[in-house]
């Protein structure tokens, strides 16, 4: 394990303290520390000024929908919610942090509309 690794699992244990500091490579900091909404933004956010990771390719709404509930999401599913889970594992911010880029990959099907 080298130095960028350590750093960056003691940079998750200080953000979601219940995620101890010899966790698996593959454990999904968001699913598994049951984080959504804003912590998620936060969490993306503060790696990435700490490790300067450009982020401008992360998605959002593959790993969490906004905070709150929408009476009508109970009829109709929101867009977001009709997208893939796909999960930001330890390795994928290790990964991001040594190329100075996000690294998690979606599905090239699921590209939210830029119109």
């Known amino acids: ?19 101890p500091m010899d966790m698996a490579s593959d454990t999904d900091v968001v699913d598994d520390a049951r ?26 709404y593959h790993h969490t929908g906004p905070e709150g ?5 109970l009829f109709i599913k929101p867009w977001w919610a009709r997208k893939a889970h796909v999960p930001i594992r330890l390795m994928d911010l290790v990964e991001s942090a040594h190329r100075g880029e996000w690294t998690v990959r979606y599905p090239t099907d699921e590209e939210e509309s830029r119109r």
Not at 6 to 18: G, K, L, P, Y
Not at 69 to 73: F, G, Y
Request: aromatic fraction near 18%.
């Open 35 to 60: 984080i959504y909404g804003d912590d998620v933004w936060e969490l993306v956010d503060d790696f990435a000024e700490k490790f300067e990771v450009r982020v401008d390719g992360f998605r959002w």
């Open 69 to 73: 509930c929408n009476p009508l999401w």
């Open 1 to 19: 394990m080298d130095d960028l690794e350590q750093r960056v699992r003691a940079f998750v244990h200080e953000q979601i303290s219940w995620l």
